[in-house]
């Protein structure tokens, strides 16, 4: 997991134009390595499901790229300007070398249509020169990767449960057998055991298969097990980044502090569930200075009036980046 597979560097996506727009997601900068699991998480709110729908130009209108690149690193060949694509190289390049797994994906299946229809659409739009039994075949392997009986294909969605559903939506997001899988919340809809049964299966096909993921969600508890790097997004921008094992023990941003102590602990002594007080910013009048610093119980000084800027802790943390004045040498302002 050391290659690079998605470089995202400096993003800003605004929605509206002029003088009217909202930033969104702010100067951004991220790395996914080939195979690993990359957690994104924060409130509702934060700019996760922008970031995903911009990497992968997906954004509806109003949704613009103002500024950044988004650099797609395939196992042989030179490196991918995603931004650069045109319509037709964007729509091969989509299912083929990234995915995406909508929010709300339990849902995203056409009504209408049997589960085959839908499977055999996506493998004959870009594998047109497939003949039909083994577009068939294949669709019938798809299912049997997630766990389901290969009897249900000619099932309609309302006849699955949506555990099910959601298996298939992953299934298609594996068709073509992309090199990064983007998943915008997947399991949100789901009860926590089949949100286990869900993560557990992605994980062994992540095993198989090699492909990276990209899992949004707000439920950090979900991404401390789940994934191998955790990224904490607040008010457009990335706040912490860091090993998932690291990040659990000792946070090191207090936004980041306040998410862990919104969920119980398995084990140890009982501790009130503190939460975060206050909203997440108006992201039309954004506060100076650092974004949390009106929510913050640690605030001091610069807080109030400069940004900090994401990078290396001034104390020893290795490997891990925060953009906080707690962790950051005054003197380097």
């Given at each position: ?159 699955l449960s949506g555990g099910m559903r959601q298996r298939v939506m992953i299934g298609m ?14 399991t949100t809809a789901l009860d926590v055991v089949m949100q286990r049964q869900i993560l ?134």
């Amino acid at each position: 997991m050391t290659q690079t597979v998605l470089e995202i560097t400096g993003l800003n996506v605004d929605y509206g134009v002029g003088d009217q727009a909202v930033r969104a997601v702010r100067d951004v900068d991220l790395t996914l390595r080939r195979g690993e699991v990359l957690g994104l998480a924060g409130e509702s709110g934060s700019g996760k499901s922008t970031l995903a729908y911009g990497i992968t130009r997906l954004l509806p209108p109003p949704g613009v790229i103002r500024s950044g690149s988004v650099r797609y690193h395939p196992v042989d060949g030179d490196p991918v300007d995603v931004m650069a694509l045109t319509p037709a190289e964007l729509r091969r390049f989509r299912w083929a070398e990234t995915s995406i797994v909508f929010q709300g994906a339990m849902n995203s299946l056409n009504p209408v249509h049997r589960i085959s229809t839908q499977l055999l659409d996506v493998i004959k739009a870009h594998e047109p020169d497939m003949s039909a039994p083994a577009r068939l075949a294949r669709a019938r392997e798809l299912l049997k990767l997630v766990g389901i009986s290969a009897d249900r294909m000619d099932s309609y969605p309302h006849q699955l449960s949506g555990g099910m559903r959601q298996r298939v939506m992953i299934g298609m997001a594996l068709a073509l057998e992309p090199q990064i899988v983007i998943m915008d919340e997947p399991t949100t809809a789901l009860d926590v055991v089949m949100q286990r049964q869900i993560l557990g299966q992605l994980a062994e096909l992540r095993e198989r298969l090699g492909f990276a993921v990209l899992f949004i969600t707000h439920d950090l508890s979900l991404l401390v097990e789940f994934s191998d790097r955790i990224a904490i997004m607040y008010g457009g921008r990335i706040v912490e980044e860091a090993p998932a094992a690291q990040l659990y023990r000792a946070a090191l941003h207090p936004y980041t502090e306040g998410l862990l102590h919104s969920f119980p602990a398995l084990r140890g002594p009982r501790r009130a569930l503190t939460g975060i007080p206050g909203s997440p910013p108006d992201l039309r009048a954004m506060p100076p200075g650092c974004a949390f610093h009106p929510r913050c119980p640690r605030a001091f000084t610069p807080c109030d009036n400069e940004l900090p800027v994401l990078g290396a802790p001034a104390d020893d943390h290795p490997g891990r980046s925060v953009a906080c004045w707690l962790h950051r040498s005054l003197e380097s302002r």
